[in-house]
T-cell receptor, first 107, second 114 residues
């Protein structure tokens, strides 16, 4: 079993829909990162959180340390949100990555 | 402020050869981490350098090595290339440990081994 699991693997949504991507981890962590990767490879850091909730524009990230679970929400999704979203657990001196969720938002 | 720059962007090498990839971090960042991304394994941590010292290393064979210079620029080297080394290699810079501070990623170097 992977130490960091994401679901779903693939997600297709209509523009305007509310999106939720889930991340569960089995290791003790100091922080949880959410990353966005567009075609071509470049990765952008969206959030780093160790407790509670953070919000940037239409993106919201939450984490429940007791349940070892984090969620990334996108409100009013837009085709430009189409990308791969990756969660990464800060543990054991480095980042342990989930396999990613490929999101496609249709106009 | 300039972002993280990786060179080259694309590389094709033959099995058995060696390759060196370069990463220039954001000015002021002293930590540089390297990652390998493949379709099968996803993103995996290779190693992290801070102030010219390797601070942490992932579970990769000794063919993978790296170094960091006094200006924080980092290189990674892969010797005796194998077909399975074909991957996107990403570096990230941060002012301290990448697990506890925001990491800024480069565009990656796509290595193809034939």
């Amino acid at each position: 079993k992977n130490e960091v699991e994401q679901s779903p693997q693939n997600l297709t949504a209509q523009e305007g829909e509310f999106i939720t991507i889930n991340c569960s981890y089995s290791v003790g962590i100091s922080a949880l990162h959410w990353l966005q990767q567009h075609p071509g490879g470049g990765i952008v850091s969206l959030f780093m959180l160790s407790s509670g909730k953070k919000k940037h524009g239409r993106l919201i990230a939450t984490i429940n340390i007791q349940e070892k679970h984090s969620s990334l929400h996108i409100t009013a999704s837009h085709p430009r949100d189409s990308a791969v979203y990756i969660c990464a657990a800060a543990a054991q001196g480095n980042l342990i990555f989930g396999k990613g969720t490929k999101l496609s938002v249709k106009p | 402020k300039a972002g993280v720059t990786q060179t080259p962007r694309y590389l094709i090498k033959t099995r058995g050869q060696q390759v060196t990839l370069s990463c220039s971090p954001i000015s002021g960042h002293r930590s540089v981490s390297w990652y390998q991304q493949t379709p099968g394994q996803g993103l995996q941590f290779l190693f992290e350098y801070f102030s010219e010292t390797q601070r942490n290393k992932g579970n990769f064979p000794g063919r993978f090595s790296g170094r960091q210079f006094s200006n924080s620029r980092s290189e990674m080297n892969v010797s005796t290339l194998e077909l399975g080394d074909s991957a996107l290699y990403l570096c990230a810079s941060s002012w301290d440990r990448p697990q506890n501070t925001e990491a800024f990623f480069g565009q990656g170097t796509r290595l193809t081994v034939v």
